[in-house]
């Protein structure tokens, strides 16, 4: 009973050197009642001194855990146990300490350890010359390390990724911290920073308050930047950022963010100020907002807003903060059934284009849109309904307000030998009410009603290959319906800017929105092309064209053109499985084929050496709108020069205009606890206090247990 009485008390102390007290229940009575297995070369009793001593190849085994060493010596009279030589004690968790020496009293409150090195995980661990325990609470280590990274098997020698050394680190169980004195940071072996004091949560805290990893670099407009993020925990369920944002042109941005769960719902939010330059003013106050709140009521219904704001138009791109060109703010309602949908919006927009005019953006409020489709009828067939209501108005320009519902039903029909025929019929009904922006009141309201059928027909042929599959389909179909002339009195908000592709070339209505319909009847034709390869590449490809029987000219601008035959499109897809992918989307004039648009996008390579590419050309200068050629090219290189070197550059090009709009080179090191990057920006972008610049920031991670 005594030796089992000792040993139990010795494993339990043995753990307050493990810097994790909290999760140690030393309970010495309960523990004299547990089985201990003690084997040891030699076991001595000194009935004088009132000492037991076990020497040669000592292993006691007790509540999971497992003690070796050289001796173990428990001294009743002093109360006083001791483990000499070699000792190591490994735990239910799995993590080990190891020492030369320990030496702890009885009631398990104070202690000293030599050569301790505590492994916490399989690669984390911590060492020092000497730890001391006192009180029960307190734990100081002298001359320590901390490291959570691997050593190389190769080179065990070698200095860790990073490692956390200190002349004194004390662990208070009680208020869960680890304070360092007189601590650097080295990294390969190489010291990079020194602080006198530095203070750190324990294992046991899961998140905690504290300074993050700071960003440094340099910028042409601003001067030398440093972010210095502060986490805030502020509670369990929510928690800020604060980064100040120091600039030695600019000065100082105060930037944070603010995370609130709550039941039903999440709000996240961030915002910035400052007092800086602009285009006219040496000092003006600069900011912005951007916000998300979403709340589910019930199982049905859900709310939530979306506020994003800036204070100018340049504010966010001169600061790098979002490279937007369009702010939407939205408040909406939306509810969810059985085949049914709703949702009401209002919307508000803030241009940041030297072009934009906030008294002209218009405010949507509201737009309300709801669904319904309904079962299988005894046709087959199947009916759905929608209805919208549409409310826009400008501070300076025209106001309009839109009714909407239409009906479809639709049929699929299969045949034998595989044809499929889908039949479609729909209703739509529109009722406009305008205001002019000089004019007191509405103009009368105008409206239209336009039905419209539709046919579509699809036939696979199949055919098997030694390689693999071929699906070839060809596809027609007539769409009708009655001309509706040019409708003055109803204004095109919502398909102003329509393009002909292959995603809506069959489509019943090809524009977007409500506004704009598509009168008359078409014929719709073309053909779907796929190879399927067993060894894991393919192919597919499209190619299609209407052709207009009857009805309006109203698709002049975008590619559809007045004449009756629309421009050609297409696509053609390559999959080539673990070397890349490759798409590319065309439009051909209907006349010559020349090439109106041609859209590229590609990824090849293994993880070692990858290209992406992505080109579009689009040649806008016979449009109704004309606004010139548009072409750009974007390429990046990124490759691994070893196993933990990596490296990448691009370039976004204007080809049309022969210039770079953007440079930019990257290299970085990391591994299982570092990351180190380097990047390097070139921007050419002009847009009044926003000038072509140079920015150099380095970015470093270091990985711990858990994190961050």
Wanted: glycine share 10%.
């Amino acid at each position: 009973m005594r030796i089992g009485r000792a040993a139990a008390l010795l494993l339990a102390g043995l753990q307050a050197f493990a810097l994790a007290p909290g999760q140690v229940r030393a309970q010495p009575e309960d523990g004299a009642r547990r089985t201990v297995e003690l084997l040891s070369d030699t076991l001595a009793y000194d009935r004088a001194r009132d000492r037991m001593t076990a020497r040669g190849h000592v292993e006691i085994r007790h509540a999971g855990r497992l003690l070796r060493a050289d001796a173990v010596i428990y001294d009743r009279a002093a109360d006083r146990m001791e483990a000499r030589g070699n000792v190591s004690i490994r735990e239910p968790s799995g993590r080990t300490v190891l020492a030369d020496e320990i030496d702890i009293s009885g009631d398990l409150k104070d202690g000293v350890a030599r050569r301790i090195r505590i492994l916490l995980t399989e690669a984390a661990r911590i060492s020092a010359e000497r730890a001391e325990r006192i009180g029960a609470a307190r734990t100081e280590l002298k001359d320590a390390a901390y490291t959570p990274c691997r050593r190389c098997p190769e080179e065990p020698a070698r200095a860790p990724s990073w490692e956390l050394k200190a002349d004194r680190v004390i662990h208070d169980s009680i208020a869960r911290d680890i304070v360092y004195r007189d601590a650097w940071l080295e990294v390969g072996g190489i010291p990079i920073l020194y602080t006198p004091y530095f203070i750190h949560p324990d294992p046991t805290v899961e998140r905690s308050s504290g300074l993050l990893i700071p960003t440094v670099g340099s910028d042409a407009m601003l001067g030398l930047v440093a972010r210095a993020p502060i986490f805030l925990d502020l509670a369990p369920d929510r928690d800020a950022t604060f980064t100040p944002i120091v600039t030695s042109r600019e000065g100082l941005v105060g930037l944070i963010e603010y995370r609130h769960r709550f039941p039903g719902g999440l709000f996240v939010g961030e915002g910035s100020l400052t007092r800086g330059s602009t285009q006219t003013e040496r000092s003006a106050t600069r900011g912005h907002f951007d916000g998300r709140l979403r709340y589910d009521i019930d199982g049905t219904w859900r709310t939530g807003i979306d506020v994003a704001l800036a204070s100018d138009d340049t504010y966010l791109g001169r600061y790098r903060l979002s490279s937007d060109k369009i702010l939407t703010s939205n408040l909406f309602l939306e509810g969810f059934g059985a085949r049914r949908h709703v949702v009401a919006n209002l919307f508000r927009f803030q241009g940041l284009r030297p072009g934009d005019r906030f008294r002209a953006t218009p405010l949507i409020q509201p737009e309300i849109e709801a669904s319904y489709l309904g079962v299988p009828d005894r046709f087959g067939g199947r009916t759905g309904i929608e209805a919208g209501l549409r409310v826009l108005t400008r501070r300076s320009g025209e106001d309009n307000l839109r009714l909407s519902l239409e009906s479809l039903w639709t049929r699929p029909l299969y045949g034998a030998g595989g044809h499929l025929v889908t039949l479609e019929a729909r209703l739509r009904g529109d009722a406009y009410l305008s205001r002019a922006a000089d004019a007191d009141r509405f103009a009368e309201p105008v409206g239209r009603v336009f039905p419209q059928v539709g046919l579509d027909w699809r036939y696979p042929l199949i055919r098997a290959t030694r390689f693999g599959e071929i699906v070839f389909t060809p596809i027609t179909g007539l769409i009708a319906g009655p001309a509706l002339g040019r409708r003055t009195a109803i204004v095109n908000e919502d398909a102003r800017h329509f393009e002909l592709d292959d995603t809506n070339v069959f489509a019943a209505s090809r524009p977007p929105g409500r506004d704009l319909i598509e009168d008359g009847q078409r014929l719709k034709y073309g053909a779907e092309l796929a190879l399927l390869d067993r060894a894991g590449w393919g192919a597919t490809g499209f190619l299609g064209q209407s052709y207009r029987i009857s009805g309006s000219r109203l698709l002049s601008d975008g590619g559809s053109g007045p004449e009756r035959f629309s421009d050609l499109v297409g696509r053609a897809a390559l999959d080539l499985d673990a070397f890349g992918e490759l798409s590319y989307h065309f439009r051909l004039d209907r006349e010559d084929l020349s090439v109106e648009r041609s859209e590229l996008a590609g990824t090849f390579g293994p993880e070692t050496l990858t290209l992406a590419i992505s080109y579009l050309w689009l040649d806008n200068r016979n449009a109704a709108r004309a606004r010139g050629e548009r072409q750009e090219l974007r390429l990046r290189l990124a490759g691994r020069l070893s196993e933990n070197v990596h490296a990448s550059g691009s370039l976004w090009r204007d080809v049309a205009a022969s210039r770079d709009i953007q440079q930019m080179f990257e290299i970085g090191y990391a591994d299982d606890c570092l990351s180190v990057t380097l990047n390097l920006t070139r921007s050419f972008t002009w847009d009044r206090d926003i000038r072509p610049t140079d920015s150099l920031f380095l970015r470093m991670r270091l990985i711990a247990l858990d994190g961050d």
